[in-house]
């Protein structure tokens, strides 16, 4: 049993050993290279900004020249997919890229530490919209929706309140509004923003109004009220560089197949499927009952809102009314089954049943204002 | 050395478990290592965001996968 067990633990230490020796030997040039954003922080910033704007604006022309090397003639239906594909894909990660690089230096400041301390004691009304707008910029991942729940009404945040949180967070996130304004253009993308935060503070103030604190599980109730603190910050500059390269990492490495997908659909289904295919069920003539249906289909899809990309560009592309496409977009990423049997740890039955419907009827209303306006 | 990770099983606690045990292993530093599941424990740490990670009895850490660097401070 022992000789098994200990050769691979010898193994990583010799391994180890050769890289710091190759690391001492040679603090070469691709070392000062990772460690440029660091130790020279504003040029790092200034150059990465200049080499983006080049990248970005030779996109066009590039993406004719490729397709100009291609044997598709660039009139036939082939050839324009192919420009298509060739500009918006990378575009759209440019886009990408900048924001949620922009994005991840700006959430080194708003830490949830840092947001609860901001929410706490206020009185609600003003503290639903300054929740809804920390939603935006406070980093945030699902699986620690329920712990944020509990710090925030244990540090005396309103339930209301929490709640305007807690919506608008996964809802109304910088992934979904680059991809909204680099596929559909910066009018759906600013509609997103202000409907999804409509949706997050009303819902977030009715639900406050209805003074339901006696509905959440009683052992939440019970926690010992703690004193909110901002914990530690004032990072340096090099450090929120190294914050935004990580969410780079994360967030741009785990979408980009989906983003890749849903442009290669927008695409492909162009010539494919009938122009019309989806309006007489989700086009603007739909019957009533179509908003209600996107909602019913969003809830038990559990996906984020890179996931979610590929469908909202199909159904359009087929179409299906903005208005009803927002709603089922919205729902997916709002009101999830998933979310709802985690949250029923912290929440007794009654209220998250009022939380989905309260929610479910903002969406719906976003859904049928759009069709009716557009 | 006793470390906990806190979190409620999403992939990044998992991920985050995982490179603890190779940096340990790397460095040749011996540790317990435990996950935290429980919600009502975790909250008993005051930690607000997943994963959370705690060193004889004491939060290092708190929301999202801790970088590598950081890590292998805590080990030594």
């Known amino acids: 049993m022992g000789a098994p067990v200990k050769k691979p633990a010898k193994a990583g230490l010799f391994r180890v050993r050769i890289l710091n020796m190759t690391a001492h030997s040679a603090p070469g040039f691709s070392q000062q290279l990772l460690d440029f954003p660091r130790h020279h922080a504003r040029s790092f910033l200034a150059l990465a900004a200049v080499l983006w704007w080049l990248l970005y604006s030779l996109l ?6 490729l397709v100009a090397m291609l044997p598709v003639d660039r009139a036939s239906h082939l050839g324009g997919a ?46 639903n919209v300054l929740a809804a707008c920390l939603g935006i910029v406070t980093p945030f991942c699902s ?9 925030f009404v244990q540090a005396g945040v309103p339930l209301g309140v929490t709640f305007s949180f807690l919506i608008s967070a996964p809802m109304v996130n910088e992934v979904a509004l680059t991809l909204l304004f680099g596929l559909f253009g910066w009018r759906i993308a600013l509609l997103y923003l202000g409907l999804g935060l409509s949706v997050a503070i009303v819902a977030g103030w009715v639900i406050g109004r209805l003074k339901m604190e006696q509905h959440l599980e009683d052992w939440v109730r019970d926690m010992p009220k703690v004193q909110a603190t901002t914990g530690d910050q004032g990072l340096t500059l090099g450090e929120r560089i190294a914050a935004g390269q990580a969410s780079v990492r994360e967030i741009v490495g785990k979408v980009w197949p989906y ?18 295919f989806m309006a007489s069920i989700m086009g603007r003539n739909a019957p ?6 996107a909602v019913l289909i969003g809830v038990p899809m559990y996906t984020n809102a890179a996931g979610v990309i590929p469908i909202v560009q199909a159904l359009l592309a ?7 496409v927002l709603a089922f977009m919205m729902s997916v990423i709002a009101l999830s089954l998933p979310e709802m049997i985690i949250l029923r740890k912290v929440l007794k039955l009654r209220l998250i049943a009022t939380f989905a419907t309260i929610v479910a009827a903002g969406i719906l209303l976003v859904g049928y204002v759009f069709n009716a306006v557009l | 050395m006793d470390i906990k990770v806190l979190g409620t099983g999403c992939a990044n606690c998992k991920n985050t478990v995982a490179l603890i045990e190779q940096a340990a292993k790397a460095k040749g530093v011996s540790i317990t290592l435990s996950k935290v599941e429980e919600l009502r424990d975790i909250m008993g740490y005051g930690v607000m965001s997943t994963p959370g990670v705690v060193i004889d009895g004491k939060v290092v850490h708190a929301g999202g996968v801790p ?10």
């Open chain 1, 60 to 65: 066009t022309p590039a993406s004719e020249a």
């Open chain 1, 318 to 324: 087929k179409g299906a009314a903005l208005g009803t």
């Open chain 2, 67 to 76: 970088s590598r660097e950081k890590i292998e401070s805590w080990l030594v």
């Open chain 1, 143 to 151: 699986c620690s929706a329920v712990p944020l729940f509990i710090g």
């Open chain 1, 82 to 127: 192919l420009q298509f594909f060739l500009y918006d894909a990378p575009k759209v990660l440019l886009l990408l890229t900048a924001v949620v690089f922009a994005m991840g230096m700006v959430n080194s400041y708003f830490t949830p530490e840092r947001t609860r301390a901001l929410l706490a004691g206020r009185s609600e009304g003003m503290a």
């Open chain 1, 288 to 293: 009533w009952w179509s908003v209600p249906l």
């Open chain 1, 259 to 276: 983003i890749l997908g849903g442009i290669a659909i927008g695409g492909a289904i162009h010539g494919w499927v009938p122009e019309d």
